[in-house]
Nanobody, 121 residues
Framework: QERLVESGGGLVQPGGSLRLSCAAS????????IGWLRQAPGKEREGVVC????????WYGDSVKGRFTSSRDHSKNSVYLQMNSLTPEDTAIYYCAKCWAGVGGYEYEDWGQGTLVTVSS
């Protein structure tokens, strides 16, 4: 069974940093573009990153560009999201998922259970 499991969320102060992890089981991550999307309370899900499998780099949403960095470690079948300069607006459940560039923007599927990030003083 293919699964993605996110971890690393928690409570962080504004301006702080957090690193999320996403471990895959049942399939090889290096076959897929993998990204992150988030859902804040009362809001729709928002795609924030889609990282290609081919070494072509990653797309970042405008709201996180310059602050978030995606990385992949295929030896561990995992991807990571380094989040810096966090603000309360980054508070959300973060999910990792398979992703691709669709007609109207990046699309995501098969996300995991998510990990909660809370940015608050």
């Amino acid at each position: 069974q293919e699964r993605l499991v996110e971890s690393g969320g928690g409570l962080v102060q504004p301006g702080g940093s957090l690193r999320l992890s996403c471990a895959a089981s049942g399939f090889r991550l290096d076959y897929y573009a993998i990204g992150w999307l988030r859902q804040a309370p009362g809001k729709e899900r928002e795609g924030v990153v889609c990282h290609s499998s081919s070494g072509a780099g990653a797309w970042y949403g405008d709201s996180v560009k310059g602050r978030f960095t995606s990385s992949r470690d295929h030896s561990k079948n995992s991807v990571y999201l380094q989040m810096n300069s966090l603000t309360p607006e980054d508070t959300a459940i973060y999910y990792c998922a398979k992703c691709w560039a669709g007609v109207g923007g990046y699309e995501y599927e098969d996300w995991g259970q998510g990990t909660l990030v809370t940015v608050s003083s």
